[in-house]
């Protein structure tokens, strides 16, 4: 069964501070797809990248950054000089290539607070 | 490129009432997928539709139903309102495909009261 965990439920920060968000998951899948989306207070959730189980590759996007790491199971999210408007609930999910269909499993979430 | 649509933004019913929400998809996609966000039990999938068919199935009562139009706007119906059925309901898009990312709409606030 496919299984995701966010061990930090809040973190809180102070502004233009490094802040690593870890996500851990389970499947049986050799092939699997990861995901990481922001809920700002407005509610809907915004995709903020994929990673495929091939590609282990990190990936920058501007002060966002992704470390995959498949032997630890763990697909942390690194944000870079914090600011205010990265406060928001932050969700890794996995879907399984296996599973016919979408089926996405979120973790529980982690509460970022950035205070200026 | 119009999001996902979700309509209405906000609702209050009562229990034992239903209700109905309704989900646009992004132009072109044809997979649908409802999701139930609470406090306590965070994000939990409902159902996926794709084509007009349900194709996946999360673990929900039968209260819990849905279904998608041929132009893959799809609608959610809930019977017999629970307090617990309070939630925030998203829809997302996407094409269907394994590994595509889904897009969220802003969802629909369900109150019971």
């Known amino acids: 069964a496919q299984k995701v965990t966010q061990a930090q439920t809040e973190i809180s920060v102070v502004e233009k501070e490094d802040v690593t968000l870890d996500c851990v998951y389970e499947?049986?899948?050799?092939?699997?797809?990861l995901f990481w989306y922001k809920q700002p207070p407005s509610g809907e959730l915004v995709f903020l990248i994929r990673?495929?189980?091939?590609?282990?590759q990190n990936e920058i996007s501007g002060r966002y950054s992704w470390n995959f790491q498949k032997s630890t199971s763990s697909f942390n999210f690194t944000i870079t000089a914090s600011q205010v408007v990265d406060s928001a609930v932050y969700f890794c999910?996995?879907?399984?290539?296996?599973?016919?269909?979408?089926?996405?499993?979120f973790g529980p979430g982690t509460r970022l607070s950035v205070l200026p | 490129k119009a999001g996902v649509t979700q309509t209405p933004r906000y609702l209050i019913k009562t229990r034992g009432q239903q209700v109905t929400l309704s989900c646009s998809p992004i132009?072109?996609?044809?997979?649908v997928s409802w999701y139930q966000q609470t406090p306590g039990q965070g994000l939990q999938f409902l159902f996926e539709?794709?084509?007009?068919?349900?194709?996946n199935k999360g673990n929900f009562p039968g209260r819990f139903s849905g279904r998608q139009f041929s132009n893959s706007r799809s609608e959610m119906n809930v019977s017999t309102l629970e307090l617990g059925d309070s939630a925030l309901y998203l829809c997302?898009?996407?094409?269907?495909?394994?590994?595509?990312?889904?897009?969220f709409g802003d969802g629909t606030r369900l109150s019971i009261l």
């Open positions: 997302a898009s996407s094409s269907g495909q394994a590994g595509q990312p889904q897009h």
């Open positions: 499947t049986r899948d050799t092939t699997y797809y």
């Open positions: 990673r495929n189980s091939f590609d282990e």
């Open positions: 999910a996995l879907s399984e290539a296996e599973n016919y269909g979408q089926n996405f499993v």
């Open positions: 132009s072109g996609h044809r997979s």
């Open positions: 539709y794709f084509s007009e068919t349900q194709r």
